[in-house]
């Protein structure tokens, strides 16, 4: 299989269900904005974090996968006949649980903080910001767009990447900076 089709060579691509949609729709900027999601948790990965960060961020980077073929899938089909595009509730208090975890071990905040301190940490808080553009462009698609655990997902998603910037540059004994 080559990995160039021409099939986008018209400024158009195909959703879910074969429908082409221009290269620009709406709904085609969302799941992108979660395909650079998932490249800048992988950038993170790189930047040295410890094995139990890694395998919540590979747990989330397949997660991501889901997510993008559910926002590629305006007729939801996909979801119900391929089982490892599943993501519900359950993957949300996932979330939840992993971010209670990190935070029983930071201090609490008392300030806004600057992003930064060691190259995993920045790049975590980096993949943050991604993460909330994506939010921000499922949101444009209108509520009835997805199913409303997807966005709660990816709202949780923003806290616990947030949480883990800090969990790793404690972790590596790197201060926070206050504003």
């Not at 158009?12 to 800048?40: I, Q, W």
């Not at 071990?105 to 940490?121: D, K, N, Q, S, Y």
């Not at 947030?162 to 969990?167: D, K, L, N, P, Y």
Request: proline content about 4%.
């Amino acid at each position: 299989m080559k990995i160039y089709t021409r099939t986008g060579d018209s400024g158009e691509t195909g959703l879910f269900g074969g429908e082409r949609v221009p290269k620009s729709d709406a709904r085609v900027d969302a799941y992108g904005e979660v395909d650079e999601l998932n490249a800048a948790i992988g950038v993170a990965l790189t930047a040295g974090v410890d094995g139990e960060i890694a395998a919540m961020l590979g747990a989330i980077q397949r997660d991501l996968f889901a997510l993008g073929g559910r926002l590629a899938d305006p007729r939801r089909k996909v979801a119900a006949r391929v089982a490892k595009a599943a993501l519900g509730g359950d993957d949300v208090l996932r979330l939840e649980d992993w971010i209670d975890r990190l935070e029983a071990e930071l201090p609490p905040l008392r300030r806004f903080i600057l992003p930064g301190g060691t190259p995993a940490g920045a790049a975590l808080h980096l993949a943050r910001t991604v993460c909330r553009r994506a939010e921000r462009r499922m949101v444009s698609l209108g509520k009835d767009a997805f199913e409303p655990e997807l966005l709660a997902y990816v709202n949780r998603l923003s806290d616990l990447l947030f949480v883990m910037a800090r969990a790793v540059n404690r972790r590596a004994g790197t201060g926070e900076t206050e504003w």
